[in-house]
């Protein structure tokens, strides 16, 4: 990926254009390629950025599972993480929600 970017601001250095955008676009395109990444808001209970699309693709990759009903059981272990977390027993909070998701479907079979 390093010389797909350098070979992109290289030729458009070499047009002229030394714009700080460039860097931006190229930035802006990769972070367009991987998707919005997916969060859990405590306050709410809920999963940010998880679409009907994902869902629909975890029911394919799973589909003897009820994907609907894990992402409570989810919601509920991830609220119950966070009130151990706070009372200083355990930090078990996941970083990457994606791989949290497919690891606990994938062990729920």
Not at 43 to 53: D, H, V
């Amino acid at each position: 990926m390093r010389n797909r970017t350098r070979n992109r601001l290289g030729t458009d250095l070499e047009r002229g254009n030394t714009n700080k955008n460039v860097l931006k676009n190229v930035n802006n395109e990769k972070k367009e390629k991987k998707g919005k990444k997916i969060s859990f808001n405590f306050k709410t209970g809920l999963f940010n950025n998880l679409t009907i699309e994902q869902m629909e693709e975890y029911e394919k990759k799973y589909p003897d599972i009820d994907v609907y009903e894990e992402e409570k059981k989810m919601t509920d272990w991830l609220i119950g993480e966070k009130v151990k977390k706070d009372n200083g027993q355990s930090n078990k909070i996941p970083k990457n929600f994606s791989r949290f998701i497919n690891n606990w479907l994938r062990r729920s079979k």
